[in-house]
């Protein structure tokens, strides 16, 4: 008999929940753990060292609370620095985000690339290396707003983006005529409807949530766990075993997480200090 899976996701914020909607799409019959350090927020801001301590501590409590059989990392900032040190302390497979440039290149057909990412993302080397090694022969135009993730956070207690802020902010894809958008932030693609309609003339959108399910998928396949939806039924439509994070979660966070099919079991304030306080998805 196969065994439910387990899918650990983690982010700064809610941007990780767009990875977790791809996962569970193509991955009906897993069970996912959700955990924000949110406390945290905005990585970014933070240095690396302190991002690679928060990240080891929270997604080791996790690990020793809830087996695991895939940590997914969905925070580009986080990726580019604490996957060694987390693949140091656990044997579970660690899956980290990158900018989609590669499938983004293969994509474009006026060979004119829009990264849209945070300021601190742009401003990466590593960046420069996925741009030299797949999109050389592109223009590659870049935003690093940093307003955009602030309005994704705020967006899940119903706080409408202004559709003028959002135009004024990719302004610069427009004006350089990108065809291509590749989503470098993992709190991106939640606002797609709305980028969609501040530049409708960009034909192809790109993120790297596909690209993580199937690696995901493959990983658990190689233990013999391969996340069906014949298993989904376990859940009682409920799929997120629970949604932790580090300060207190943001109002009406478990509506909008069924919005994208993610219904949460349980979502847990100050987790791990406070975690008593636990309220149910109907709850919240």
């Not at 376990?234 to 997120?240: R, Y």
Request: aromatic content about 6%; hydrophobic content about 45%.
């Amino acid at each position: 008999m196969v065994s439910i899976a387990r899918v650990l996701v983690f982010d700064s914020g809610v941007g990780g929940l767009s990875v977790a909607a791809c996962v569970h799409q193509h991955l009906p019959g897993t069970e996912l753990l959700y955990l924000a350090d949110n406390a945290g927020f905005p990585y970014g801001d933070q240095p690396e060292s302190v991002v690679v301590e928060r990240c080891c501590r929270l997604i080791g409590k996790a690990i020793e609370q809830y087996s695991t059989d895939v940590i997914v990392v969905a925070c580009n900032t986080a990726s580019t620095v604490v996957l060694p040190h987390l693949r140091a302390m656990t044997a579970t497979p660690v899956v980290g985000v990158v900018p989609a440039i590669k499938p983004a290149a293969a994509k474009t057909e006026n060979r004119r690339i829009g990264v849209l990412a945070t300021p601190a993302t742009v401003r990466r080397p590593y960046l420069d290396q996925l741009v030299s090694e797949f999109a050389s022969h592109c223009q590659v135009e870049r935003i690093g707003h940093p307003d955009l993730v602030r309005w994704v956070e705020e967006s899940v207690s119903g706080v409408e983006v202004s559709r003028a802020d959002l135009a004024a902010a990719v302004a610069g894809f427009r004006e350089a005529g990108v065809d291509t958008v590749v989503l470098g932030c993992t709190h991106y693609p939640l606002l797609l409807s709305a980028l969609r309609e501040a530049l409708p003339e960009v034909r192809f959108w790109v993120d790297s949530g596909e690209a993580i399910a199937r690696r995901v998928s493959h990983l658990l396949a190689e233990h013999g766990k391969h996340g069906s939806a014949a298993d989904a039924g376990a859940f009682n439509g409920s799929p997120v075993r629970a949604a932790l994070f580090s300060g207190p979660a943001p109002t009406g966070l478990a509506n909008f997480m069924t919005g994208l099919n993610l219904s949460p079991q349980a979502v847990l304030d100050n987790w791990p200090e406070c975690n008593e306080r636990v309220r149910s998805s109907a709850s919240v």
